[in-house]
């Protein structure tokens, strides 16, 4: 797929889940976990439904479109009252290196604030450098362990943004 030409800031728009996104959040995350990684158990889950296992569970998805095409998600899990995991967060290949991705996590801040959390806790890998930069650059700390067993064998990069810390 051609890359895309950088939108202007007006045009990426930021929102959170509608019924119909649930193709989107699959392609988009199939894309890059593939390319990278192996599909697990736990994403074919998520990914396949994104209702029942994020937002039913009291979480969010955000999407980032460009002309209605949507080309970056995140989710926000909750793990306990204040606690929440960012997950299942990508930019499309054809979109990236334009900034939606930090706009997409500034978004998701945002959001994981109005949901009352105090703590965002994720899980990456250091093949993810250009996102584990992003993380860090938006204020994340590593940890040096997971929180709790981790779900995912890639796994082995483990951060907090405490949402104070904003």
Not at 7 to 30: C, I, K, M
Not at 71 to 85: K, R
Request: charged fraction near 30%.
């Amino acid at each position: 797929k051609r890359k895309m030409k950088p939108p202007s800031a007006d045009a990426v728009v930021l929102r959170t889940f509608r019924p119909g996104d649930e193709a989107a959040f699959l392609r988009l995350n199939e894309a890059w976990i593939s390319r990278d990684f192996v599909l697990e158990e736990e994403d074919r889950q998520i990914l396949s439904d994104p209702g029942t296992h994020i937002l039913d569970a009291g979480g969010a998805i955000c999407i980032a479109e460009v002309n209605g095409e949507p080309v970056g998600c995140c989710a926000l899990m909750v793990l306990a009252p204040g606690d929440l995991e960012l997950g299942k967060m990508t930019v499309g290949e054809n979109a990236r290196g334009m900034g939606i991705g930090r706009r997409l996590l500034e978004f998701a801040s945002g959001e994981a604030g109005r949901m009352g959390a105090r703590r965002i806790y994720l899980e990456s890998n250091t093949k993810a450098e250009a996102a584990v930069r992003l993380y860090e650059r938006m204020g994340f700390r590593h940890l040096a362990a997971p929180l709790h067993p981790s779900k995912y064998e890639r796994a082995n990069v483990f951060m907090e943004l405490r949402i104070g810390d904003l």
